[in-house]
């Protein structure tokens, strides 16, 4: 196993404690948690797959593999739907879904990873320009759930708690990974997937 692949798993590990060691801001029950643990988790994936994008010499010595960077899509996605699937019994058996307006946002960007992420599994089809402008749009969807996390997220974000420092400089770096990857690393060397 690569040592970038260690890296990632050890992401995801430093995801899960820091959510097992925090407490919500207010009370609510454990499948809502939970479904808050994947939603960050996929945020987390995301982040990486944009760290990844930027194609940095230092990142593709430890991750060269354009498969690496379209699983962390794909992982990133069934987060996605796993956190929404889990939201949805947990709301249904309480009968009390959430009342903030930010928390059915998120249903934005399940909507457009669904068009986006076949999408960018065609890379090797289409012409490179073309993959690259369907590519760029994953920013949408992205920040929709960045816009969802602060939104909505039980665990007091910018607060002091582990998760909220955590996805604070996770969230912070893929945000700057993803500007970087937008503005110079596709004008420059990033490759379209020949597979």
């Known amino acids: 196993m690569k040592l970038g692949h260690i890296a990632l798993i050890a992401t995801a590990a430093v995801t899960v404690l820091t959510w097992a060691l925090s407490h919500p801001a207010t009370t609510i029950s454990f499948g809502f948690g939970l479904a808050q643990l994947f ?37 990133a996605f069934c987060l996605v739907l796993i956190h929404v699937a889990i939201f949805l019994l947990d709301a249904w058996s309480r009968a009390n879904p959430s009342k903030s307006p930010l928390s059915h946002i998120g249903a ?3 909507m457009i990873l669904v068009v986006l992420i076949p999408l960018a599994l065609l890379g090797n089809k289409m012409q490179r ?8 749009l994953m920013v949408i969807p992205y920040a929709i759930g960045l816009i969802h996390y ?3 997220s039980s665990f007091a974000p910018f ?3 582990p998760i909220s420092i955590w996805m604070d400089v996770v969230n912070l770096i893929g945000i700057a990974a993803m ?4 503005l110079f690393a596709g004008r ?8």
């Open 39 to 75: 939603g960050t988790l996929a945020l987390t994936a995301l982040a990486c797959g944009a760290i990844i994008s930027t194609r940095l010499p230092t990142v593709t010595r430890l991750i060269p593999s354009y498969a690496t960077h379209k699983w962390l899509g794909i992982t």
């Open 108 to 110: 934005g960007a399940v």
């Open 129 to 136: 320009k073309t993959w690259q402008r369907f590519h760029t």
């Open 150 to 152: 602060y939104g909505c």
């Open 159 to 161: 607060g002091a708690s």
């Open 179 to 182: 500007a970087y990857a937008i």
């Open 188 to 195: 420059t060397h990033s490759p379209k997937p020949t597979a």
